[in-house]
């Protein structure tokens, strides 16, 4: 739905879209009312726990449950004999749910039990006897490409090479990138940076581990409450794995405590189902912090090769970018959308980027985030930086000099709309914190960013109450204050309060598909939906006042939240409110609704640049940020706080994963730090006052000119920490995360001396 | 598992010497109930000392102080003598884990769940504290440094608890300092954790010195070599080169996740070198 | 290895309470799964993350890190205590406020921890305050907003 043609959003005067009002939500969260997924109970209901893997790559031989099962107080036992393999396209996703011939990763779910209280579920599974082949396992994404390593799948054959390799290896597929000729271009310029980076996986780091309480029936009707970004999906996976109907369950998102993308998909939840349905009972399943981090969906690990060329003048007139990701044992690192992303930000003629998709004994992967942008962002802005300062040019010079704008050619293929990269660096290079004196020990470091965001399923219905007041129902969850938006949005379009407006997440029997919520997708298609169901309303509420005063319905216009006659020639009547027309719907047609079921398309690329100081302290390698400010485009700022919420939370994410968070294995495959204690997520000590600056170029694809904005800020800060950790120590850092032994090591050793 | 809340040492002792499987004594349970969440410990009997008079307290005693097992560490950095006193016990401390952490979390307990990178231990190591520890046979009285004996093992035998914390009489002109390191601003475990105890003459030479050292090997060191280092001179700068020298040297530390053993040894001469320096400050009235 | 309940009479949030739980369960458990006191929560517990924040007297602890069992005889405050009736307090009044809160599961915790920190000390430095919620994990704001709503509460509460 494009940018309405009557409307400017850079001039028009929005009535309520834009404020700041208190979420809806609020008074809940505040006074410890609000659910979320471990605050649901049943009666009867049954305490579920899973037996997880103790090693990193083993063949299950077999698994006994005779004793677990005579355990009083045992319920209901599942193995990987309890689930068939239904669904071709599913198949990945049900080996993560619960091994079946190998375990691929230390925390790899092997077995469920439900039982009626924690302590006998925990006994159960003592008691539960596995036999495994221990395997030789590969942790390292560089380790698993070596030919000799070992072997996750006898049957990977490389995808995305002609001819196919004859020899299975760990590389699951090959994607490239680009346009024009890099050999060429890199003849061309005056001075090239080559150099290679690692970043450890990281998590989402959610305060909320997953839950869910499953209650299904001998008739396989089943209710499933879950915290999740995508309760729709939740419900087609796990019906599909159950064997059961889609309509049949009816899933309900709890309030979400933290999902970034690491609650798109299935963990606990089939188990949980599949535990009820055996028991005739409610199952409650609640991850432990620790399973958390071992067996969810962390990010990739890379590895990556960047080469720039520039010429004297700041032009660069080649990029090229060899990148591999490992993300698990199964095929979906999505080192595809971190090869696509690579050069996103720039106007090149000549640009390559390869990727390598590579499986390895880490748990499976799940989005964070703009996932994949982050860590090849570190790599090509380290470049740039580094290029920037060889030639003498400011470094946010260097980016206008090659900033991608309308009509540009992405790297990945469109050519570009409108975009806003251009007014963000200029803002940037304006904003007080760019000049703002240093102290010793520190250093100044700066980074762009993008984010492709995304549209998808969405449905809507929008009821006028016999009071006037509206009830907006959505199908996405709410997890950075999309309800809040969604009634500005309403009430916008509507022209009435905000309070006159309540938004309310259902569940899955109450609308259509919706998409899950991710890829920045939520303001920019619920509210492109609300929109269109809001207009749809009007349109239903101006042919119920023509009924009531009897003139055609063209007749009737719809200004500032009343129906009225379109002129003198309709007729002299008084304008009638929404509530002056819902007290008379059952004798002009029934209930009033307005609703949309929409592919929401035309999402616009969100870009960001990232300013941040640094101190370093030299005799230890510790740096603390000392200031950092977030300049993004947001087309709008429906909610502008939340906005400004997103920006700092994604920045805040960047920060730790590149100071202090990391996987740490051990040499027996295990993961070390599987809880908050050493993986280390910034503390509120840690951090300054994140400043932000909302830069709005309206988005074309959009009513209001929205984009999404809850991606792109996660994207630049690996690379602006490290820019200005380089800037503060004299160093050039290459690995992520840039922890003090890191930093010591680069400064002892003058690493990569510029 | 059973819970028992004696009100006298006698009844407590009698309860941890008792026969039957494991006993495990609950003072601040900071320690005791994350190994039971993590099933590392499984206790079949837990001892909660926090009602027998005088575990909460804190009183004079021969001119320092008697710290009773109970008192959590917030109580200890709201007193303010035994602050102004021992600071560098006090900030030591004061770093356990977070506000929510202090508010419970106990010196004796953080003593004798004998972590190498137990915080308040090297400070309390270089206050030259000794524990009061009641067993079967009455009381004896161990200096901290010979309690732990090895990461989770202490010189306890069965039956006995540590029951207070002595903190000697402080001469003027004294003064200590607590530094650790670690790589966010709080909530970490130390990596490298340095207690610095001195005490200087009217010409401000420094006559006595202790050094504690955390996180360096396999239980905290008393140093004796830094503290040379340090005795005799004016705590200048050669004396701290020496002092950093003397506590890298002692360093018998590990590779694992939280971090090297090179970047331990580097960082212990830095930390003892800045807490030094913050010492001799407190000593001299600043 | 049998269990034997304990029996606890204790006090939250000024209301006389009795239960009967586990040795070994914790005060977070009791708070959440026997007296439907669900603001509390679990976000790691081992003592990490701030999620389970309660007052024993007053003090400041994680309830992860306590036994229902040592409850007894002591005053307990969560977060369902904090309002006044339908009187909110002006901390939760300036976490809505000022966007303080984006999921929202962090906040219990913050507001508890805030609460006593404003308790013990009026007129807090932002460095004070930083360092006084130390212990509380936010992954959604980067603390900016939790910090500036704190010290908006805090001016408003020095006033009177």
Known sequence: MPLDSNLDPATHKFNVVGTRPVRPDGIDKVTGRAKFGADAVAPGMLIGKVLRSPHAHAKIKSIDVSKAAKLPGVKAIVTRDDFKEREPSLRDVLWNVMARDKVFYDGHAVAAVAATSASVARKALKLIKVDYEILPHVTDVDEAMKPGAPLLHHDMITGGIDPAPKKASNVAYRHEFGHGDVEAGFKQADVIVERSFKTEATHQGYIEPHACLANVGPDGQGELWVCTQGHYMIRNVSAALLGMDVAKLRVTPSEIGGGFGGKTTVFIEPLALALSRKANRPVKMVMSREEVFRATGPTAASSMDIKIGVKKDGRITAGFADIRFTGGPFVGSLVDMGAMSAFAAYDLENCKAVGHDVVSNRPKLAAYRAPSAPMVAFGVESVLDELAKKIGMDPIDLRLKNAAKEGTKSSYGPKYNRIGLIECLQAAKKHPNYTAPLGPNQGRGMAAGFWFNFGGQTAVSLNVHIDGTVALTVGTVDIGGSRASMCLIAAEELGVPYEQVRTVTADTSSLGYNDITEGSRTTFSTGMATIEAARDCIGKLCGRAAKIWGIPPEAVVWEKGYAKPAGANAGNFEPLSLADIAKQAATTGGPIAGHSEINAEGAGVSFAVHLCDAEVDKETGRALVKRYTVIQDAGKAIHPSYVEGQYQGGAAQGIGWAINEGYIYGKDGRLQNPGFLDYRIPVCSDLPMIDTHIVEVPNPGHPYGVRGVGETSIVPPLAAVANAISAAASVRMTEIPMSPPVVLKAIESNGHKK | ?286 | MTMSRVHVSTTVNGDAVEYLCEADETLLDVLRDRLGLTGAKEGCGTGDCGACSVTIDGRLVCSCLVLGAEAEGHKIGTVEGIANGDKLHPLQRKFLEHAALQCGICTPGFLVAAKALLDHNPNPTETEIRFGLAGNLCRCTGYDKIVRAVQAAAAEMRKG
């Open chain 2, 1 to 286: 598992m059973r819970y028992e809340a004696p009100t006298t040492v006698n009844a407590a002792v009698k309860l941890l010497a008792g026969k039957s499987g494991l006993a495990k004594v609950l003072a601040g349970g900071t320690d005791l109930l994350v190994q039971m969440k993590t099933e590392r410990v499984e206790p079949d009997l837990v001892v909660d000392v926090k009602r027998i008079p005088g575990m909460r307290d804190i009183t004079a005693k021969s001119g320092g102080f008697r710290v009773g097992a109970a008192v959590s560490s917030a109580e200890l950095g709201e007193h303010k003598a035994l602050k102004k006193a021992w600071p560098g016990v006090v900030e030591a401390a004061n770093l356990i884990g977070s506000h929510q952490v202090q508010g419970r979390a106990t010196i004796v307990g953080n003593l004798c769940n004998a972590s190498p990178a137990a915080d308040s231990v090297p400070a309390l190591v270089a206050a030259g504290a000794v524990a009061v520890v009641a067993g079967p046979k009455g009381k004896r009285s161990v200096p901290v440094e010979k309690v732990a004996t090895g990461p989770g093992k202490t010189s306890l035998k069965k039956g006995e608890f540590v029951e207070a914390i002595l903190l000697p009489k402080r001469p003027p002109k004294s003064g200590d300092a607590y530094l650790r390191f670690i790589p966010r601003t709080e909530m970490d475990i130390a990596v490298v954790g340095v207690g610095v105890n001195l005490t200087l003459d009217a010409k401000g030479v420094c006559t006595a010195a202790r050094v504690g050292l955390g996180a360096v090997a396999a239980q905290v060191l008393l140093v004796p070599e830094a503290a040379k280092a340090l005795i005799g001179s004016k705590v200048d700068d050669a004396a701290l080169d020496a002092l950093a020298a003397a506590c890298s040297a002692a360093c018998r530390p590990i590779d694992d996740k939280r971090g090297t053993k090179e970047f331990r040894i580097k960082v212990a001469g830095v930390l003892a070198r800045r807490a030094a320096a913050i010492a001799l400050q407190r000593a001299k009235g600043k």
